[in-house]
């Protein structure tokens, strides 16, 4: 059983920064594309970024383009958001996702793992 596990989440104030992590418990979980979906309060989880399995490709939601970044470190099965230039309407949960093979996606239904995920507030 694949398993993903966030971290990195908490309260900061508008316009700082966090760097989100997500370890992946499986080697061979280096080779998934991942994604990053946010989930707030009486809303549907929607699409933040995605990156394909080498890292030479990524995608991202508008509303985050410029201001969030997606990495991956394949060696240590980790990947990476960072988030700059937070806003109170980036406050959600943040889950990261593996896609078994394929192409990264910004549909959640796409995604075959999920982590349990980990708060992000950003306070005005």
């Known amino acids: 059983q694949v398993q993903l596990v966030e971290s990195g989440g908490g309260l900061v104030q508008a316009g700082g920064s966090l760097r989100l992590s997500c370890a992946a418990s499986?080697?061979?979980?280096?080779?998934?594309?991942k994604g990053w979906f946010r989930q707030a309060p009486g809303k549907e989880r929607e699409f933040v970024a995605a990156?394909?399995?080498?890292?030479?490709?990524?995608y991202y939601a508008d509303s985050v383009k410029g201001r969030f970044t997606i990495s991956r470190d394949n060696a240590r099965n980790m990947v990476y958001l960072q988030m700059n230039s937070l806003k109170p309407e980036d406050t959600a949960v943040y889950y990261c996702?593996?896609?078994?093979?394929?192409?990264?996606?910004?549909?959640?239904?796409?995604?075959?793992?999920w982590g349990q995920g980990t708060q992000v507030t950003v306070s005005s």
């Open positions: 996702a593996a896609r078994n093979g394929g192409t990264p996606m910004s549909q959640a239904g796409e995604y075959d793992y």
């Open positions: 990156i394909n399995w080498s890292g030479s490709s990524t």
């Open positions: 499986r080697r061979t979980f280096s080779s998934y594309p």
